[in-house]
């Protein structure tokens, strides 16, 4: 920005007669004009991190595509980059990249089983193999072995899986032998309410009724 003299002064000298004769609304116009044409930062984005762009040096590439890596750096700002595939079934790359070269693909433990091969655009999938299990809350560095028992008073409500161990509870039985003695009970306490409700009650509203029906027809 230049100093506050010299060319910049002079302008303004000249340009202060001018401004003074303008309409003050008409000068708030002009500067709310300039403030929508101009993009500043809220035009085109410059910013390094757009996930289409990279920037090599001062230049920015756009990003080769999932599955491959760059081979050369665009020269041109804006310009794609030289690209070429991941060996499949050695390297990929998940997303938009702007790296030269691809991610090795995950090899399986021992303790593993591969779900899916890995491929350009996604890494092998592993899970741990049958008996055994590794939490899906943390990173598994190994598996381990299932539960095979649960506590006294208790059987197996969920089986182990890949990502979890056995999940013990009540017995269904002990449940269903529950559920069995309450529905009894609770059949029981129902008609017995009623049967209050109707003797204490309900009577006492149809002997109403009919005093009322008796005196209608006196």
């Excluded at 993009?39 to 756009?62: A, F, H, Q, V």
């Excluded at 049958?130 to 969920?158: A, F, L, R, V």
């Amino acid at each position: 920005m230049a100093p506050y003299g010299g060319k910049a002064k002079s302008v303004l000298l000249v340009m202060t007669p001018a401004l003074r004769t303008m309409n003050p609304r008409f000068l708030l116009f002009i500067f709310f004009l300039l403030v929508l044409v101009h993009p500043g930062k809220s035009g085109k984005s410059d910013d390094n991190t757009n996930e289409s762009y990279y920037m090599n040096g001062s230049t920015r590439c756009l990003r080769c595509l999932a599955g491959e890596y760059v081979v050369k750096h665009c020269t041109i700002q804006d310009t794609p980059s030289t690209c070429e595939s991941c060996l499949p079934g050695e390297t990929y790359s998940e997303h938009l990249t702007g790296l030269t070269e691809c991610l090795q693909c995950k090899v399986c433990r021992a303790d593993e089983e591969e779900v899916s091969p890995c491929m350009v655009k996604k890494n092998t999938v592993c899970r741990c193999k049958k008996g055994t299990y590794c939490s899906g809350d943390e990173p598994c560095e190994i598996c381990q072995k299932c539960t095979t028992s649960c506590p006294p008073n208790q059987e197996i409500q969920t089986p182990c899986n890949s990502t979890s161990d056995i999940e013990c509870g009540p017995p269904k039985t002990a449940n269903k032998m529950l559920l069995a003695i309450l529905l009894p009970i609770g059949f029981i306490v129902l008609f017995a309410a009623f049967c209050v409700w109707y003797f204490c009650f309900g009577k006492k509203c149809n002997q109403l009724k009919w005093k009322e029906k008796s005196y209608i027809y006196v």
